[in-house]
């Protein structure tokens, strides 16, 4: 079946350093993936996606290509402030049967001013 | 433009009481729909979906029910809370038969007392 693994965090970083959050899937054919971020006490909100391979989702400096070759959608940021403190999901959505989304644990990151 | 709206956003219910929390989608017609539930510190459990009215798929066994009415309208229910049901709660859509993103409301945080 589908699945997602991301690293395990807690990620801690000081204000503007770069951040990497690792993503893998397992999945047949063509998915399409997505990191959702989740603030405290809030739902979950779309991040960015890609929809097929070698794709760039790109949003608020937030960047994941979409590499087939290595299954892989990691997350990365140039530069990371204390508001993008959050827990970061992985996603995939694979078409045919009951287009059920499929996400990782999260990851969750600190920023430090 | 399509929006989620779920409650309530807070709930402290003492063991063996009834649940009912409510989810419905504007904008869209027939969308799929989803309910996950989220313990302190883990990723997303998918409970139930639902594709159409009255058509309810469960992926846990356990205490809790869900309902489809109407057709934007999911229902999340149980007839005697545990302690173990508290976390946070939460209700998505997304298009049916396309491989794009859900979209989640903003949760419901039910404590178990």
């Known amino acids: 079946g589908n699945s997602v693994t991301q690293m395990e965090g807690p990620v801690t970083l000081s204000e503007e350093a770069f951040l990497t959050i690792n993503c893998t899937y397992t999945?047949?054919?063509?998915?399409?993936l997505f990191w959702y971020v989740q603030y405290p006490g809030e739902g979950l909100q779309l991040l960015l996606k890609?929809?097929?391979?070698?794709d760039k989702g790109s949003n608020k400096g937030f960047e994941a290509t979409y590499r087939k070759e290595t299954t892989s959608f990691h997350l990365e940021k140039g530069s990371v402030q204390v508001s993008d403190s959050a827990v970061y999901f992985c996603?995939?959505?694979?078409?045919?049967?009951?287009?059920?989304?499929?996400f990782g644990r999260g990851t969750s990151l600190i920023v430090h001013p | 433009s399509q929006t989620i709206h779920q409650w309530p956003a807070t709930l402290v219910q003492p063991v063996g009481s009834p649940l009912s929390l409510e989810c419905t989608v504007e904008?869209?017609?027939?969308?799929?729909l989803y309910w996950y539930r989220q313990a302190a510190g883990r990723g997303l459990q998918l409970l139930f979906y639902?594709?159409?009215?009255?058509?309810i798929s469960s992926e846990v066994p356990q205490n809790l029910s869900a309902s489809r009415p109407q057709d934007r309208q999911f229902i999340l229910s149980s007839k005697k809370l545990l302690l173990s049901d508290s976390g946070f709660y939460l209700c998505?859509?997304?298009?049916?038969?396309?491989?794009?993103?859900?979209?989640f409301g903003q949760g419901t945080r039910l404590t178990v007392v």
């Open positions: 890609a929809t097929k391979a070698d």
């Open positions: 904008g869209t017609s027939n969308p799929n």
């Open positions: 996603a995939l959505l694979k078409s045919g049967g009951s287009y059920i989304p499929t």
């Open positions: 999945a047949t054919g063509y998915p399409s």
């Open positions: 639902s594709v159409g009215i009255g058509q």
């Open positions: 998505a859509w997304s298009v049916p038969r396309l491989n794009t993103e859900a979209f």
